[in-house]
């Protein structure tokens, strides 16, 4: 995401990596701290003070770091303010009085953590959420801009969670978890362990979170994160807790992205043929891509996985078949053949074919038969274009 918004973005991102933002930004937090907060003075918090120092110490982190109390009776959590160079620890409701010393670790390593993120890569990460949160704020803003800033905070929070599992131990980090979400004095995490593991063998779960995972994706990352798996795997794994299957109404920049390089590579896959390359088909897939016809020469793998992605993604390949079945209506029933037998490969065919039917009017007969004969049709094309060819030689 950082990459993307400094490629695509790059004006806005330079005002917030200027020093006019970053000061206005810093002046803002202060601010915003002595109006809404206790501060809580080193000399009288000694216990929370020297667990900030141990968690600073092993996160690798060398500021100084003040905590406060919110004002007001909230629900029970933290949050980390960030200024450069400064962490500010803010305890909401009362957190302090339901954690022990053990689970305060916990949640100062999880806070103290935004902190270092913000801080890698010379603090690029902190300008991509103010960036994407200035993007939502926008009156223009569209369903990309606000899922992208969404993910990019729920992947922060599975970050964070990961400082909670630096500084103390898997079970400590989830009765932390479980106290702060429930406001009980006691939780068991084993028992909640079992509970989680329950859920998720009666369904494919994933996020709906705006802010935080659910409870039960946080727990599960943190198993996973501790399991001793392969890294790659466990990515894979966080990756669906979070993102689950794409959904084309909930796509991302990124997810946009991907799916525009899958679509080159589909119609390259499609399109291969070279009996398919006439005028009007490379011609409407250069509508699509301006360099369509370069791209034949060294064509990308088409491997995005349909079965991770939603009805909505399906129908959309197939309608791009459809457009290429009528691209050049001189190729007539050759060219909905075709279709049928990348569909086929790809397992859309059974989605194809009423799509077909509905669109181009046809009887259910004839694109039965189409279907059904498709890879000899298509045998036959190849066969004719081939002999013309060597014809005109």
Known sequence: ???????????????????????????????????????????????????ADEVCATLNLDIPVTLYQAQ?????????????????????????????????????????????LWTEDSGQHFIADQVLTAMVNEPRADESHFQ???LHRLYTEVYADQGSLLVTEEKTAISTLLKVHTGMKE??????MKQAE???????????????PELFIRV????KSVSGEDRTLIEEEIHKLIQGEMKLDEMDFISQQSLSKQTKAFLQKHLAAEWLHTDATLGHAGLFFHDFRESLKSPEIFDLDLSSVDQKIRDYFCYLLIDFAVADRE???NSIAASFVTAESLELADTLEPLIRKELKLLKKDVSRIRE???????KAIQEHEQGGSHGE
């Open 1 to 51: 995401m950082r990459d993307y918004l400094l490629s695509e973005h790059r004006e806005l991102w330079d005002w917030f990596a200027s020093v006019e933002g970053k000061s206005d930004y810093t002046e803002a937090v202060e601010l915003h701290l002595l109006k809404t907060t206790y501060r809580l003075e080193r000399d009288t918090h000694e216990d929370l003070y020297s667990l």
């Open 72 to 116: 007001g009776n909230n629900a029970n959590s933290a949050a980390l303010y960030y200024t450069p160079d400064h962490g500010h620890v803010v305890f909401i409701g009362g957190v302090i009085e339901l954690l022990d010393l053990p689970e305060k670790r916990a949640i100062l390593g999880h806070e103290l953590a935004h902190f270092k």
């Open 148 to 150: 992208s800033a969404r």
């Open 187 to 192: 939780a068991d995490p084993e028992s909640y």
């Open 198 to 212: 329950e859920l998720f063998m009666k369904e494919k779960l994933s996020t709906e979170g705006l802010s935080h």
């Open 220 to 223: 599960r990352a943190i198993q």
């Open 331 to 333: 190729l007539d029933e």
């Open 373 to 379: 004969d498709a890879i000899e049709i298509v045998a």
